[in-house]
């Protein structure tokens, strides 16, 4: 399977886009930007766990197994200790998937707390 990269992800996405009652490119679109809001939210440092986890569920919902990849592709390296806790709750990734990269990330217990009280 190809890598994602910026110039396919757009097409790889509406490869994997999967909701029934879509009824224009706008609400593709609106599915899309939810990457750039969990994205935002981790650089911001102003997570709002349940707020996160609706969005990433709802991307899950649309683009189904590919939203994994989607994710770590689309939220920088330096912030997947924030997004990694998410995946593992939603059991979505395993250590063992993210490969030698696993060794260097610290995992935000902050969120893994709140995921855990859920």
Not at 19 to 31: L, Y
Not at 72 to 99: A, C, H, N, Q
Request: a negative charge.
């Amino acid at each position: 399977m190809e890598q994602l990269n910026d110039d396919n992800f757009l097409l790889r996405a509406m490869h994997a886009y999967d909701a029934p009652t879509c009824s224009d490119i706008e609400e593709f679109q609106n599915e899309i930007k939810r990457f750039g809001y969990i994205s935002r939210a981790f650089k911001l440092n102003t997570v709002n766990t349940q707020l996160v986890l609706n969005h990433i569920i709802i991307l899950y919902n649309v683009f189904g197994d590919a939203t994994t990849k989607m994710l770590l592709f689309k939220v920088e390296r330096d912030m997947w200790s924030y997004l990694i806790p998410f995946l593992l709750y939603l059991d979505r990734l395993t250590i063992e998937e993210i490969g030698e990269v696993a060794n260097e990330i610290i995992v935000n217990e902050k969120i893994l707390k709140e995921l855990r009280n859920l």
